[in-house]
Nanobody, 128 residues
């Protein structure tokens, strides 16, 4: 059974940093695209950052670019999201996702429908 488990969330002051981790089990995602999404209260879940099958094409949305960095350690079947210069608007539940996409190694899926496995989420709260 495939399982994704997020960790590393918490309460932090604006300007602070956190590193989220996602541990995958049940199968290897060494050649699968993986991503972080988030859902703020009252809002739809949105794509934050993703990494391609090859791991050579990380992608972060404009609102977090330069502050968040996604990375993967395929040897450990894990991905990470390093978050710096956090803002109150970054407050959300952050979800890890993995996909079965088997196309281009350089493509980074950005839509929820392109991901097949989801974690339960970890809360990130940024106080002003």
């Amino acid at each position: 059974q495939v399982e994704l488990v997020e960790s590393g969330g918490g309460l932090v002051q604006a300007g602070g940093s956190l590193r989220l981790s996602c541990a995958a089990s049940g199968r290897t995602f060494i050649a699968s695209p993986m991503a972080w999404f988030r859902q703020a209260p009252g809002k739809a879940r949105e794509f934050v950052a993703g990494i391609s099958r090859s791991g050579s094409t990380p992608y972060e949305v404009d609102s977090v670019k330069g502050r968040f960095t996604i990375s993967r350690d395929s040897t450990k079947n894990m991905i990470y999201l390093r978050m710096a210069s956090l803002k109150p608007e970054d407050t959300a539940v952050y979800y890890c996702a993995a996909g079965e996409y088997s196309g281009s190694y350089g493509y980074t899926p950005r839509f929820q429908s392109e991901y097949d496995y989801w974690g339960r989420g970890t809360q990130v709260t940024v106080s002003s």
